[in-house]
C-alpha cells in the first residue's frame, strides 16, 4: 500500500488549497459545515468508485474516446449516490440541489480520472481518490465551518456564539464564500511557506 498515494491530495496537493479544483461546490454549497461534509462525502464516494472503475477498464477504453467513458463512468456513481441521498438523508439532498448532479462535470473527478485511474493500478487509483477526496472533504468542511461560524454562531448546527453574537450575514452570502477561501487560501500558503 503506497501511503503517499493516500496522503498527498489530503495537504500536499490538497484538491481546493493547492489546485484550486471544485470550485463551483466549494463556494456554492459551504453554507454550513454541514452541507460541505455532505458535498464532500458525496464526492468523495464517486471519486473512489469512478477511479476504481476506469484502473479496472482502462486498457478497454480507445484513447480517443476516453473523456466521454469517464463522464458516462462517473455520471453513473452520481447517480446511485443521489438516490441514496434523496432516499437517505433528504434534508442534505435538499440543501444540496443541483450541485450532487454537478458532480458529473466536477473537474477534481475527471482530473483524477484523466491524469491517475487511467494510467495506473486498481489500489493505487482507490487510494487516490481516497486520498483526495478526503482532502477535497477537510476542506468543504473547514470552509462551511468558518462561514457558518462567523454567518450564524453554530458549527454543525452547535450554536458556539451565544448571546451577544451579532452575526455577519456575508459570510453565508456568496461574497462570504469568497473572502473566506481568500483567507483560507492564505493561511495554508503562509503555513506551507514557513514549513519550507
Known amino acids: ?6 496522503t498527498n491530495g489530503i495537504v500536499k496537493d490538497n484538491p481546493i488549497f493547492v489546485q484550486l479544483l471544485g470550485m ?5 454549497v459551504t453554507t454550513s459545515a454541514e452541507n460541505g461534509l455532505g458535498m464532500g462525502l458525496a ?3 464517486v471519486l473512489v468508485l469512478a477511479n476504481v472503475v476506469i484502473a479496472l477498464i482502462r486498457k478497454l477504453i480507445p484513447s480517443k474516446i476516453r473523456i466521454p467513458i469517464f463522464i458516462v463512468v462517473i455520471a453513473t456513481f452520481v447517480t446511485i449516490v443521489g438516490m441514496l441521498m434523496e432516499a437517505y ?5 435538499d ?9 458529473v462535470v466536477n473537474c477534481l473527478i475527471l482530473a483524477r480520472a484523466e491524469a491517475y485511474a ?3 493500478s486498481v489500489v493505487n487509483s482507490a487510494l487516490d481518490g481516497i486520498g483526495m477526496g478526503a482532502g477535497f472533504t477537510l476542506s468543504l468542511v473547514i470552509l462551511g465551518a468558518v462561514r457558518e461560524l ?3 454562531g453554530s458549527i454543525f448546527g452547535l450554536t458556539l456564539l451565544g448571546g451577544g453574537f451579532k452575526p455577519a450575514l456575508i459570510m453565508i452570502l456568496p461574497p462570504g464564500a469568497f473572502l473566506t477561501l481568500g483567507l483560507l487560501l492564505a493561511v495554508y500558503n503562509v503555513v506551507k511557506t514557513k514549513k519550507a
Open 24 to 28: 463551483c461546490p466549494t463556494l456554492a
Open 43 to 45: 464526492t468523495m464516494a
Open 118 to 120: 487511467f494510467k495506473n
Open 89 to 93: 438523508v433528504p434534508p442534505l439532498y
Open 95 to 103: 440543501a444540496l440541489g443541483l450541485f450532487i448532479p454537478l458532480i
Open 1 to 6: 500500500m503506497n501511503i503517499k498515494t493516500l
Open 150 to 152: 462567523f454567518g450564524n
